[in-house]
Structures are given as structure tokens and as C-alpha cells.
């Protein structure tokens, strides 16, 4: 294990966190604090870094931009449950705190990452929005608003999802149209009387659909995203769970077969097919599924088939993309937009900065809770090596 120099120990405190002078908005003498390691996003893909950086002693500290941690699960609709039973959602080293076959309510999943923080003793900083990382000689310099930090180790421990993606239509519809993006909606009294048009028709449309289409007269627009053949909530789903979520997303679909590749070319950037919500639900309760919207005629929707439909409201499914490009000053943006360029989580091009919680990482599982523990354990193992590799051979295998 690599081994601080007596500088780097006086700047480091146990947990990895540097040593701050009152008042300064840097380090200590007002030089940058300096890390070992520094995570960058608190959510479920940070903490489970954190959770074997400490089993392997490494210090580091966990930036988060919330003001708690399992906030960007509780800005989440109201209504919203995990997509997968208890029996998968826990994180490395403790199990949900639930039946095996209880699905978790969004704001019951993020109490269990606040408690998990807790029981680990994880050294998060919230309220650190990360501005910009970017090289200092050999390390990374990161910055939060006035304060400066540096790294020799990042890990980017940021879902695929971070800024929501509204096509450029929104601005040619009527003003008196009320427009959301799926982050923003929370429940149906958000929305005007009248018509809804949902466009995108991935989990978040499906499932908003059914939610609005009691009250309202909705139609979902987008390409057709296909649906798991089970339903997870009954006892074929049961049965069906194990195979399809170990086997079969988590190992035959992955980035190390040839068809786990092809999968990854043709769904990145839009998503998985449906899993809760089938079809058949969606048309039982009146939802209308359309083509994709093509623009707009006299401030209304059109859709590709030349249909306009006058709506009150519009709600944009369209996705998010992970917004790296916007604060990563590093050459490490690939030729898929938005998409950083990595192998399973490592940087071919920025040797120290590593990537956690992409989609479809290492396999269609990555984004899910339940593929999170192999790709952080095999994260991790990369920050370790490479941590030994930039260590003088004297100091390998001296602990602190």
C-alpha cells in the first residue's frame, strides 16, 4: 500500500480529509488541502467507493453537491418505488432493511443511504458542487466554488444522469402550454386541466403516464422501447429475477461478449426497455402511444406522422446526459456525446481518474443498484493498483 510523504500526513487527517485553517478558504497557509483520493458524488456508486476505499485503508473524502445524502432520490416523483425487491438493493456490507420482496419507496431507498454513510463513518462533504477538475503537474486540482483541493486519485462517481436533456422544440410551443422535464415533476396537481403529452416513452414516461392518466387525457410520445416479459411484483417475477438480473444483465450482457456490445451501441443514450409498466397497462388505463414529436405547427406539438395534437401540458421524458463536458477540463471525452471515454471504469487517458455508476459500465446492470457492488469493488481495485504502481518500491506494502 502506498505510503504519504511526512508533508502529505501533516496536510491529510485520518479520514483522508485535509487539515483547514479557520477561515481559509484553502488549505492550510492558503494552499490547496490535499487528498489522496477524492470522490465526486455521494449517491449510492460514491458510497459504495467509499465503503472499499476505507476496507482497504486508502483515505479519501466524498464531494457531494446535496444538502443530504439520498437527495437525489427524494427529488424524485412522489410516487416513485425501486424498480427492484429489497433482496437487491442493498449496498456492499449491509442489506436493505426490508422483506426480500418489498420494493422500497424512493425516499425510503435514500434514508438507507443516509443510514449506510452513518454506520460506515464515511467522510462526505454536502454542499460541495463541484465547479471544475483539471490537472496540477501531477495531480488533479479539484474546485468547489472559492475552495481549491487536490488529488493524486478522482473518482467520478456520477450516474449518466445528471442534466436533463429538453429538445429544442420546447421553445416553439405555445407559452400557455405548461412544460416540465421528468426531474421537475413530482405529482399530478403540477399540471394545468386538459390534455398531456409525455414525450419519451421510457420507464419515467410509462410510469408518469399511468400516474396522470386518471385525471387526465394522455398521450405518450416516442420510439418503441421495448418491456421485460414478467411482471417483478409477482411470483413468476420472483422466480424470473435471479436469472435475468444475474445472468443475464449482469454477465451475458456486458461490454465482455459480443452481444453485450451490440446491446451497448444500440441502447446508450436511451435507455432500457420497460420494467414495471407493460404496455397493456398503459393501453387499459387510455394512455395513447404515438410516434416521436417532430416539432411544432402554430405552437403545438407534431408528431412524425404529420398529427398535431393541442395539449395544456407537456412533460419532457427525454433523458438526461451526464454534463462532464461542462466542468471535467481533462481530455477525456469520447465520440459518443456526453460520454466519457473508459475501460470498465478506468481512464485510458488520464492515468488516476476512474468512473463509477455509468450506464452500461461494465454491463446492463451497471446502473442498477444491483450491479453497483462489482463495478465499485473492481473501481477500487484499479485505484489501489494504481496508487502501488506510482509507489517507490521501499514503501510498497507499509501501511500508515
Known sequence: MRTETTEERQELGVSGEAKVGAGAPNGA???PERHDTIVIGGGQSGLAAGYYLKKRGIPFVILDASERIGDAWRNRWDSLRLFTPAAYDGLPGMDYPAHPHYFPTKDEFADFLEEYAARFELPIRLNA????LARNGDRFAVRVGDQRLEARNVVVAMASYQDPHVPDIADDLDPDIRQLHSVEYRRPSQLRPGRVLLIGAGNSGAEIALELAADHEVWMSGRDVGQIPFRPRTRIGRVMMVPVLRLLFHRILSVGT???????????????????????????????????????????????????LEVENV????????????????????????????ERGVSPDEPGLFFLGLFFQRALSSNMIQGLRRDAREVVDAVAAWRDSCTPEPLRGRSR
Not at 129 to 132: A, E, L
Not at 326 to 341: A, F, Q
Open 258 to 308: 459480443p452481444m453485450g456490445r451490440a446491446l451497448r451501441r444500440k441502447v446508450l443514450g436511451h435507455g432500457g426497455p420497460l420494467i414495471r409498466v407493460k404496455k397493456r397497462d398503459l393501453d387499459r388505463a387510455g394512455v395513447r402511444r404515438v410516434p416521436k414529436t417532430a416539432g411544432a405547427v402554430n405552437g403545438m406539438p407534431v408528431l412524425e406522422d404529420g398529427r398535431v
Open 29 to 31: 497557509n492558503g494552499r
Open 129 to 132: 458542487r463541484v465547479d471544475r
Open 315 to 342: 412533460i419532457w421524458c427525454t433523458g438526461f446526459h451526464p454534463g462532464f463536458e461542462r466542468w471535467i477540463d481533462l481530455p477525456v471525452h469520447g465520440d459518443h456525446p456526453h460520454e466519457p471515454r473508459h
